[in-house]
């Protein structure tokens, strides 16, 4: 039972922590927590014993939250395990072992950092991937300014250069955020990428976020483009793309994973940022995701605001999901 112990730990500390960050969590999941943690409450009561019927409602529960069919299929057999090999009867003490097992899940054995990887010297350079309409260019936005007020001097480059306002969307952040911008309508990607990459070495920026094309439909195109723009940011600054971010809208949940997983094969991911995660009852694909596609996440959107997308936390996280089980 060593995470539910955590867990209780986790939850008493942060009971007392005045940390507004921790208050986010706790708003952001409420929808997921009311859902999920209420219903395993119920459930707990409900039963007197551990049967198949028990297991039946426990699975519903999670893959109603999100958690992914896959993830839950694992989990259940490790519950099932677990169940016989230690004897458990009670419904209640089985919940202790619920929250262990599905936090084994996120962090066991792993030394996946949810820290931006940053340039030992020269700009930071992160590539921000996406389909469209899931809050890419205002999550570049509001990264733009957490940096900025950290002191930084940010530059955004339009690298999806051919949709519609793209461009213009992003510049009008770019002025919001008194960042630094780059960019030409209707020209190709990586000589945008190239020119504007130069621009932010002359003007000794520290960090510079690319907006890249959200069209999934034509893999191979897209894959072709995001292989070019890489070649050259490689070429003007060594190792970077220091970060390749995707941007998924977190109430899309099992589509958000497919997006995760087509990303992941066309090029090379490092990291995921989750928007509206507020939003929705659906907080159990931070777990899918990491089961699904073994990528960090590193940014979650708990608001609408310019402050409300904060890096992610483990341990807030637990927090807000499971704060009412105690």
Do not use: C
């Not at 350079?125 to 001097?153: C, D, F, P, R, S």
């Not at 621009?199 to 960090?207: C, F, I, T």
């Not at 890489?230 to 190792?239: A, D, L, Q, R, S």
């Not at 958000?256 to 507020?278: C, H, P, R, S």
């Amino acid at each position: 039972m060593g995470f539910f112990n955590k867990l209780k730990n986790i939850i008493k500390a942060k009971e007392k922590e005045e940390n507004k960050n921790v208050t986010k969590y706790e708003e952001g999941l409420k929808e997921t927590r009311k859902n999920f943690v209420n219903q395993l409450n119920i459930l707990g009561l409900k039963f007197k014993k551990i049967d198949e019927e028990y297991f039946e409602e426990l699975e519903n529960i999670l893959i109603m939250a999100d958690i992914g069919v896959n993830t839950v299929m694992n989990f259940m057999d490790r519950l099932r395990k677990r169940v016989k090999s230690e004897n458990i009867t009670n419904p209640q003490e089985l919940q202790e072992v619920i929250v262990d097992e599905l936090f084994i899940i996120y962090v066991d054995n792993d030394s996946m950092t949810d820290k931006i990887n940053m340039a030992k010297s020269g700009p930071t350079v992160v590539l921000m991937v996406g389909v469209n309409g899931v809050g890419k260019t205002t999550t570049i936005a509001k990264l733009a300014h957490k940096y900025h007020k950290e002191g930084k001097k940010v530059m955004m480059i339009a690298g999806d250069t051919f949709r519609a306002g793209a461009v213009e969307q992003l510049k009008i952040w770019a002025d919001r955020t008194d960042s630094l911008f780059f960019g030409k309508e209707n020209s190709d990607p990586a000589s945008v990428v190239y020119d504007g990459l130069k621009e932010a070495l002359k003007a000794n920026v520290d960090m510079v976020f690319i907006d890249t094309a959200g069209r999934l439909q034509n893999k191979v195109n897209l894959m072709q483009e995001l292989e070019k723009i890489n070649k050259v940011i490689g070429n003007i600054i060594p190792e970077a793309p220091h970060e390749t971010l995707l941007v998924i809208d977190a109430s899309t949940g099992q589509n958000g994973i497919m997006q995760a997983e087509a990303f992941k094969e066309i090029t090379n991911i490092t990291g995921i940022v989750l928007t509206k995660l507020d939003g929705t009852a659906k907080g159990g694909i931070v777990l899918a995701i990491k089961e699904s596609v073994n990528l960090p996440v590193k940014f979650v959107g708990l608001g609408e605001t310019m402050e409300d997308l904060i890096p992610f936390d483990i341990e807030n996280y637990i927090y807000g999901l499971f704060k009412d089980m105690m």
